[in-house]
């Protein structure tokens, strides 16, 4: 009979904590009115997207670059994406809440029809669908544009990146062991790619 109870407690309290689960996720779903909007990025939208990157650069291993951007160093790089190869901000208002780029996979020619994408979302924002809105607009944008392939290079602990691009169709292509080196420790690199 102790073990019949004890299962129907770990079942309430697995249930509970699915509910609370689900509560937090509604509560952090805005409106539709509150919906963060997908757009073409604007100079005006170097601070907070070097401010997204730079957490991510200085305090995670969603990246493996290691140097945060200054603001000369933000402005070229925004300046450098053209229409080719775009940047997309998700703007809930004023505040920009994630960004995504597409970016040259190698400078030599014969590689120009295929795109690297990059897709960052601020911490409080994960988990709301903003990274599948913002991959889900760089991909169809590298659909109009011709390019025949994306690639993602993301590490190998990053399960959240890893599974937003599975779910969009991404499949893992390669696999490097032990080729960064950031925040004291070895990182593998897990190459995904789609042909669009």
Do not use: C
Not at 50 to 73: H, K, L, S
Not at 107 to 118: C, G, L, N, W
């Amino acid at each position: 009979m102790e073990l019949s109870d004890h299962l129907v407690r770990l079942l309430v309290t697995e249930r509970l904590e699915s509910a609370r689960a689900d509560a937090r996720r509604r509560a952090l779903v805005p409106s539709a009115a509150d919906r963060p909007v997908i757009r073409r990025a604007r100079p005006d939208d170097n601070t907070p997207i070097a401010a997204i990157w730079n957490r991510e650069v200085v305090g995670t291993i969603a990246t493996t670059d290691t140097e945060p951007r200054a603001p000369a160093a933000q402005a070229a790089w925004l300046a450098a994406h053209t229409d080719e190869y775009p940047v997309v901000v998700a703007a809930a208002g004023d505040e920009v809440v994630a960004f995504g780029s597409l970016s040259p996979y190698r400078a030599k020619p014969s590689y120009r029809f295929t795109v690297e994408d990059s897709v960052y979302v601020k911490e409080r924002h994960r988990g709301t669908g903003l990274g599948a809105q913002i991959l889900g607009e760089l991909l169809a944008h590298a659909r109009g544009h011709g390019h025949h392939s994306v690639i993602a290079r993301i590490t190998s602990e990053n399960m959240p990146s890893l599974s937003l691009h599975r779910r969009h169709g991404f499949q893992r292509a390669g696999y490097e062991r032990q080729v960064a080196f950031k925040l004291g420790r070895w990182l593998d690199v897990v190459t995904l790619q789609l042909l669009l």
